[in-house]
C-alpha cells in the first residue's frame, strides 16, 4: 500500500478490514409489496470501493418496471387506504417503521459502509439513528395538516384543504443513501403521498432493505416501491412519466435540468430540485485560528468530500491567511485514510472508480492551471478508491477547480482582505446551496449572512443540519426545500372550497 502519513494516509488504515461476509438479503425491485425480478431479467453489479469487488447483483429496472411501480403506486393512492387514514393512524404507522430502523442499525450502516465507503462507526453513531429521528419528525406533522378559514369580501363561505399531491417520484444520490432516502420518503409519507424511488445505482442495497422494514412496519403496499436502475433509463422513465404527480431529485445540478425538462414535456408535474455546490467559507481575522482549521477540514473532508454542501472554496482574511496556512497543514494529517471498517479512518474510498477517477482528473487540472499543493493531490492506496486529502494554495477565481463542483476531498484557499471582497468572491459562483462563516462579530456574521446568495448559512459551525431547519439552494442548486415543515408542503396542494352565504347576520 501506498504510505504518506504527512498526506493522512497509512498501511495500517488502507489495508482491508475482514469482517464477517453480510448477507445480503434484497436485491431484486420492490413493486406493490413484493421483492420481484425485473421484466427483462438484468442484473447489474453493485461495487465495493474499498476494492473495486462485487458486493452483489441487482435487478436492473426499465422503463417497464417503473411503469409496473407507479401502477402500483397510483392504484395504492386512488384506492388504498393511506392517503384516506387519519394522519395519526399513518403517523402510528411511521413510529413503527423508525423502530424496525433502530433495531437493524448494525445491518444498515454494514450496506451503507459496504456500498458507499462511508464511516461505519459514524453510520452506527449517526446517520442510521438520524433517520430514524427524521421519519419520527414527520410523523409528528402527519396529524397536524391543516388549511385555513378565509374571511371573503362577498357573502361567501370559504377555507382550504391541504391534500396530499398523490404519486411521487424521488429519485436520490449516492452520497448519503440512507439520509437522502427518508428526507424525501419521510415528509411524502406524512402527507398521504404513495411513491417510487429510484436510487442512485451505486448504492441501492439500504434502499431495499427499507422497503421490507416499511411493510413489516405495516405501511400498505404500493405506498412505497424501489426500482433499482440508471438514471437515463430507470430515472427518465420515472421524470417523465404521465401518471406520476411530482418529481424530487437530488443530484447533479446537469442531470436536474433534464429531469425539469422531462417533466415539462410530458405532464407538466411539479419538481423539487437539490443539486450542486461549490460553497464557500469565509474566515474573518478575528476567528481563532485553530478552530476555524478544524472546520475548514470538516467543511471538506467530512464523507470524503462526496457532500453537495461541502466547503470547496475556503476564503481567509489576509491577516491570519500565513497562520491558518501553516495551522492547515498540520491538522490535515490527523485525517486518516482508510478502509470506513477500521475506527482510525476519517476519510474512506471515494464511492466508485468514475468518481475516483473524475477527482484525481481535476487535481490534475489544478496542477496544470498553476495551482500549489500544500497538502495531498494523489492515491491514497494501490487497491480501492482512496485519495489523500488535497488542498490547493495560489488559487485564482478563474480555475476549474474553484468554478466546478468536484464532490471529493479538494479544497481551494484563497486570500481576502476587506469584507465586501470576501462577499464579492463569496457570490461569485453558479451555485447557491451553503456558506459558513468564521468571525466573532456579530455585526460581520450578520452583513455576510444576508449578503451570501445561498440556502443555507452557518456561523461558527458547519454541516448543522437538523430535521427542522429547512435545506435547499439558490441559483444552480436548485429549488424546494428538504427537511423542516417546507418539506411537508411540498408534497401537499391546496385546494380551496367556496360557498354561498345567505341571509349571514356577518359580513
Request: charged fraction near 20%; include cysteine; proline fraction near 5%.
Amino acid at each position: 500500500m501506498a504510505t504518506n502519513h504527512s498526506n493522512g494516509s497509512s498501511d495500517d488504515a488502507t489495508s482491508l478490514v475482514e469482517i464477517p461476509p453480510p448477507k445480503i438479503r434484497f436485491t431484486k425491485l420492490f413493486i406493490g409489496g413484493d421483492f420481484v425480478d425485473s421484466v427483462s431479467g438484468r442484473t447489474f453489479e453493485t461495487i465495493d470501493p474499498r476494492t473495486g469487488e462485487t458486493i452483489a447483483k441487482v435487478s436492473e429496472g426499465d422503463k417497464e418496471d417503473i411503469d409496473l411501480a407507479v401502477g402500483a403506486a397510483r392504484r395504492a393512492f386512488d384506492h388504498g387506504p393511506w392517503p384516506r387514514l387519519p394522519g395519526a393512524a399513518r403517523a402510528k404507522i411511521m413510529h413503527k417503521f423508525a423502530d424496525l430502523i433502530d433495531q437493524h442499525i448494525e445491518e444498515l450502516a454494514t450496506l451503507d459502509s459496504l456500498n458507499a465507503g462511508k464511516l461505519f462507526a459514524w453510520g452506527k453513531a449517526a446517520d442510521i439513528p438520524s433517520v430514524a429521528n427524521t421519519l419520527r419528525y414527520y410523523a409528528g406533522a402527519a396529524d397536524k395538516i391543516h388549511g385555513e378559514v378565509l374571511k371573503m369580501s362577498r357573502e361567501l363561505h370559504a377555507y382550504t384543504l391541504r391534500e396530499p399531491v398523490g404519486v411521487v417520484g424521488h429519485i436520490i444520490p449516492w452520497n448519503f443513501p440512507s439520509t437522502m432516502f427518508f428526507m424525501k420518503v419521510s415528509p411524502a409519507l406524512a402527507a398521504g403521498c404513495t411513491m417510487v424511488v429510484k436510487p442512485a445505482e451505486q448504492t441501492p442495497l439500504s434502499a431495499l432493505f427499507y422497503a421490507h422494514l416499511a411493510k413489516e412496519a405495516g405501511v400498505p403496499d404500493g405506498v412505497i416501491n424501489v426500482v433499482n436502475g440508471f438514471g437515463p433509463t430507470a430515472g427518465a422513465a420515472l421524470a417523465s412519466h404521465m401518471d406520476v404527480d411530482k418529481v424530487s431529485f437530488t443530484g447533479s445540478t446537469e442531470v436536474g435540468r433534464k429531469v425539469m425538462q422531462a417533466a415539462a414535456t410530458s405532464n407538466l408535474k411539479p419538481v423539487s430540485l437539490e443539486l450542486g455546490g461549490k460553497s464557500p467559507l469565509l474566515i474573518f481575522d478575528d476567528a481563532d485560528v485553530d478552530k476555524a482549521a478544524d472546520l475548514a477540514l470538516l467543511g471538506i473532508l467530512y464523507n470524503k468530500g462526496e457532500v453537495c454542501v461541502a466547503s470547496s472554496r475556503v476564503f481567509v482574511q489576509e491577516g491570519i491567511y500565513d497562520e491558518f496556512v501553516k495551522t492547515l497543514a498540520v491538522k490535515a494529517k490527523d485525517w486518516v485514510v482508510g478502509d470506513p471498517f477500521n475506527p482510525k479512518s476519517r476519510l474512506g474510498p471515494q464511492v466508485d472508480k468514475n468518481q475516483y477517477e473524475k477527482i484525481l482528473a481535476y487535481i490534475e487540472h489544478g496542477k496544470r492551471e498553476g495551482a500549489t499543493l500544500l497538502t495531498g493531490g494523489k492515491p491514497a492506496s494501490k487497491k480501492g478508491y482512496y485519495i489523500q486529502p488535497t488542498v490547493f494554495t495560489d488559487v485564482t477565481e478563474d480555475m476549474k477547480i474553484v468554478k466546478d463542483e468536484i464532490f471529493g476531498p479538494v479544497m481551494a484557499l484563497m486570500k481576502f482582505t476587506t469584507m465586501e471582497e470576501g462577499i464579492k468572491a463569496a457570490n461569485n459562483t453558479r451555485y447557491g446551496l451553503a456558506a459558513g462563516i468564521v468571525t466573532k462579530s456579530l455585526d460581520t456574521a450578520n452583513t455576510v449572512a444576508r449578503s451570501i446568495r445561498a440556502g443555507v448559512i452557518w456561523i461558527n459551525c458547519y454541516f448543522a443540519f437538523d430535521n427542522d431547519c429547512p435545506y435547499g439552494g439558490y441559483k444552480s442548486s436548485g429549488f424546494e426545500r428538504d427537511l423542516g415543515l417546507e418539506a411537508l408542503h411540498k408534497y401537499l396542494q391546496v385546494k380551496s372550497v367556496v360557498t354561498p352565504l345567505y341571509n349571514s347576520p356577518w359580513h
